[in-house]
Structure formats: C-alpha cells, structure tokens
Nanobody
Framework: QVHLVESGGDLVQPGGSLRLSCAASGFTFSGYSMSWYRQAPGKEREFVAGISPAGGAIEYADSVKGRFTISRDNAKNTLYLQMNSLKPEDTAVYYC????????WGQGTQVTVAS
C-alpha cells in the first residue's frame, strides 16, 4: 500500500526558510518520479517542482525558481523541498506526489508565510 507522509510545514516570516520532507513507503521509491504541488485557499492545486527517479532531471515552476530546491534520497525513500526566501504568496498546503503508471498523493503539510 502506497503511503506518502509530508512533514516540515510551519509558520515562518517572510524571507525565512523551511525544509519539507515526504517519507514514502509501500512502493519502489527509486522507480517513481516525484513532485511537490501546493494549494492555496480558494485556488487550484499547482505544480511546484518535480524530480526524475534517479534525480537527473528537475523542473520548477517559474514562481519558485531560484528559491526552492527539490531533492531526493532513494536510500531513505524520502523526497525533500528546501524553500528559501519565502514570500506570503507561498502560503499553501504542500503535497508530494509519486508518479509512474498512476499518481499517488500525500495528505499535505501546511506552510504559512506571515509576519
């Protein structure tokens, strides 16, 4: 049974940093592309960043380029999102997604950027 658990969300001031983690179990993590998405109140869920199974290909949404870094540790079955220079508009629930033949989602972790 696929299980994705996000953690690391918090309340942080503008300009601050957070590191999100997504712990995976129940599937061969190293065989799946992984992504981070986010959903702000009243808005559609949007793509944030994605990484290929071996980590060789990475993609970012324009809104986070230069501020966020996605990475993965296949030995630990864990996906990460380092978020720097956070802005109030980064406030959202952040979800990780595993994708191969179909997509699997975690439950999300809340990130709030406010002073």
């Amino acid at each position: 049974q696929v299980h994705l658990v996000e953690s690391g969300g918090d309340l942080v001031q503008p300009g601050g940093s957070l590191r999100l983690s997504c712990a995976a179990s129940g599937f061969t993590f190293s065989g799946y592309s992984m992504s981070w998405y986010r959903q702000a109140p009243g808005k559609e869920r949007e793509f944030v960043a994605g990484i290929s199974p071996a980590g060789g290909a990475i993609e970012y949404a324009d809104s986070v380029k230069g501020r966020f870094t996605i990475s993965r540790d296949n030995a630990k079955n864990t996906l990460y999102l380092q978020m720097n220079s956070l802005k109030p508009e980064d406030t959202a629930v952040y979800y990780c997604k595993a994708l191969k033949d179909r997509g699997y989602w975690g439950q999300g972790t809340q990130v709030t950027v406010a002073s």
